[in-house]
């Protein structure tokens, strides 16, 4: 199994542009999770799926769309770039049977906004 | 409101000495709390969680509920324990995350 996987790893992006972060996990773990990480800052939890056609949004989801249209995917779109979202992206998965706690993470996707 | 306190974003001990790595949270019902760490270079992974009441790599923790705390300790420091801490709680569906503590463990 390859766990969660994450595209690109790195990307830098002008002010106002628009790209996709791809996650995707082969464990078939209903759960999926956005979340971005600022230095000193923990990770906050942008948006969450609790299963395919079921989004909702988690502490700071604005400026970030997801869609989930399998169990597998669950991309994560930024619409105008910012300066501010300037991160490092993890996408996470559980399994709903052992709950949220159990999370699974890909490696992260580092993001400037320029 | 759900919250999670780690009061060390930075902690260095010496290779052999106890460490502790605090985490207090604020919840209103009976939580579940983990500890995940983060080794450079590699993904966030859970450590623990309070209901297995397990030691993992030597490291044990206690839920507190009197002073609600679920502080993560380790007797004798080890250098690959050098890493990122992070403590969360679950609250429907989601977990919610502390800011992080950086652990360095000095030779």
């Known amino acids: 199994n390859a766990g969660v996987t994450q595209t690109p790893k790195f990307r830098i992006l002008k002010i106002g542009q628009s790209m996709t972060l791809q996650c995707a996990q082969d464990m078939n773990h209903n759960y999926m999770y956005w979340y971005r990480q600022d230095p000193g800052m923990g990770l906050k939890l942008i948006y969450y799926?609790?299963?395919?056609?079921?989004?909702d949004k988690g502490e700071v989801p604005n400026g970030y769309n997801v869609s989930r249209s399998t169990t597998e995917d669950f991309p994560l779109r930024l619409e105008l770039a910012a300066p501010s979202q300037t991160s490092v992206y993890f996408c996470a998965s559980s399994f709903s049977g052992l709950g949220p706690g159990e999370q699974y993470f890909g490696p992260g996707t580092r993001l400037t906004v320029t | 409101a759900q919250r999670v306190t780690q009061p060390e974003k930075l902690l260095s001990v010496f290779k052999g000495a106890p460490v502790e790595l605090k985490c207090n949270y604020s919840y209103s019902g009976s939580p579940e709390l983990f500890w995940y760490v983060q080794y450079s270079r590699q993904r966030l992974q859970l450590l623990l969680r309070?209901?297995s009441r397990e030691s993992i790599k030597g490291f044990t923790a206690d839920l507190n509920k009197g002073e609600t705390s679920f502080h993560l300790k380790k007797p004798f420091a080890q250098e690959e324990d050098s890493a990122m801490y992070y403590c969360?709680?679950?609250?429907?569906?989601?977990?919610?995350f502390g800011q992080g503590t950086r652990l360095t463990i000095n030779p």
């Open positions: 969360a709680l679950t609250g429907a569906q989601k977990l919610v």
């Open positions: 309070h209901i």
């Open positions: 799926s609790v299963g395919a056609g079921i989004t």
